[in-house]
């Protein structure tokens, strides 16, 4: 069995997909640490999560949310986790999106020589098209354009370099691409691990009022303005209530933005910060229908399936999510709910509608929709990958 480093730039909260994956590497028989960037001080420095050791690396001093302490704690994180590998080896990197990577390489490359292994192997798992990123706040900007074109090179770098790339989505049910048909392109062969949930133990009936529930990492406020103005073109007594739950970069702006809407509308809202994945079937049963409509402008969403959307489905909760988009082909094809175009307020509005008449006649029934892929199937291909790799 191999030891694993799995490396993660966020404070792993824990990070949904690193913990089920971690999970199903240690429940296989590998060693698995997860190490983790904890730049805020927010999480305990060690942690043992079942067989998964879990370490955070703090910076001297919280780091602000601004693009030059992002890259300084990413350069400190690296040279941490560095010194760690060269003290406690590992047979495998696996680093979880792009800004991990260059450990990984480095590893791959001399790391691993020069902590007495014969050879070491580095694991790219791709979650997102990260340079995308770069284009949120203005997607327009040039400097923001290159910064975005620098970083899709170096991304093609880290997949081509990689042992392994594995990714979240690939064509499936149709024509659309995901991000595996991306990286085939560039000569690599992903394995496609879905960020799928895990079996529905009980699932709750429908809330008493029709309410739309965003479940999920709050970091896009534009799609939250066009929520509160789809549900203000609705007559008063067809307004839903909204049930959002979980943190993220834009949390703060939402909380405002919602709470002026609350007042202004007289919209009925309840927020929530972080949950942990034990809570997901609780807080679905405050929700009829989830909305997963994304900004578009910046990319990566035309290919991403996000896992809220399948917690939704298995959860017998239908979903309003993106047209034109891999996400949208899912829907559409498997009958899970409706397709909107982000910024389409008046179309929001009546696939809001449409939804609360669905789940009229459903008389508080979960809706009996076609199941997503589960994660039992996605960890054994996940260890399948990794027997592969480590035999090759």
Not at 58 to 67: F, V
Not at 206 to 212: A, G, K
Request: charged share 25%.
């Amino acid at each position: 069995m191999a030891r694993v480093a799995m490396l993660v730039s966020n404070a792993h909260a824990p990070d949904p997909r690193v913990e089920k994956e971690a999970g199903a590497l240690a429940a296989a028989g590998h060693h698995v640490t997860v190490y983790a960037f904890d730049r805020h001080h927010e999480q305990p420095r060690l942690e043992q999560a079942g067989s998964v050791r879990v370490e955070r690396v703090r910076p001297p001093a919280a780091l602000p949310g601004n693009m030059v302490a992002v890259g300084l704690g990413l350069a400190y994180f690296h040279a941490a986790v560095r010194r760690r590998l060269r003290r406690s080896p590992a047979d495998v990197v696996h680093c979880h999106d792009h800004d991990t990577c260059a450990v990984g390489l480095w590893w791959k490359r001399r790391g691993a020589r020069r902590a007495g292994l014969v050879r070491g192997r580095f694991v790219f798992d791709v979650h997102d098209l990260y340079w995308t990123w770069a284009l949120v706040a203005h997607p327009d900007a040039r400097w923001r354009r290159a910064l975005a074109a620098a970083l899709r090179r170096s991304d093609r770098r880290f997949a081509r370099a990689a042992d392994l790339v594995i990714t979240t989505t690939e064509a499936q049910v149709g024509r659309r691409p995901g991000a595996a048909e991306l990286y085939r392109e560039w000569g690599c062969d992903p394995v496609t691990i879905w960020n799928a949930p895990l079996p529905a133990g009980v699932v709750p009936p429908l809330p008493t009022r029709f309410t739309v529930g965003y479940i999920g990492n709050v970091r896009e406020p534009a799609m939250f303005g066009h929520l509160a103005a789809a549900i203000e073109l609705l007559p008063r007594d067809e307004r839903p209530a909204l049930r959002i739950a979980g943190m993220g970069r834009a949390a703060d702006e939402v909380r405002r933005l919602l709470g002026d809407a609350s007042r202004r509308v007289g919209i009925e809202v309840t927020l929530s910060g972080a949950f942990h994945r034990a809570a997901i079937p609780d807080l679905m049963a405050d929700v009829s229908v989830q909305y997963c409509v994304y900004p578009t402008r910046r990319g990566n969403i035309d290919r991403a399936m996000p896992v809220k959307l399948f917690e939704s489905v298995v959860h017998g909760r239908r979903v309003i999510g993106n047209a034109g988009t891999l996400m949208g082909e899912w829907i559409r094809e498997r009958e899970w709910g409706w397709e909107v175009s982000d910024g389409n307020v008046r179309a929001l509005a009546d696939a809001i509608r449409a939804a609360a008449a669905a789940c009229a006649a459903d008389d508080g029934r979960p809706a009996a929709l076609r199941l997503p892929p589960l994660w039992p199937e996605q960890a054994r291909r996940l260890t399948e990958a990794y027997e592969a790799l480590l035999t090759a």
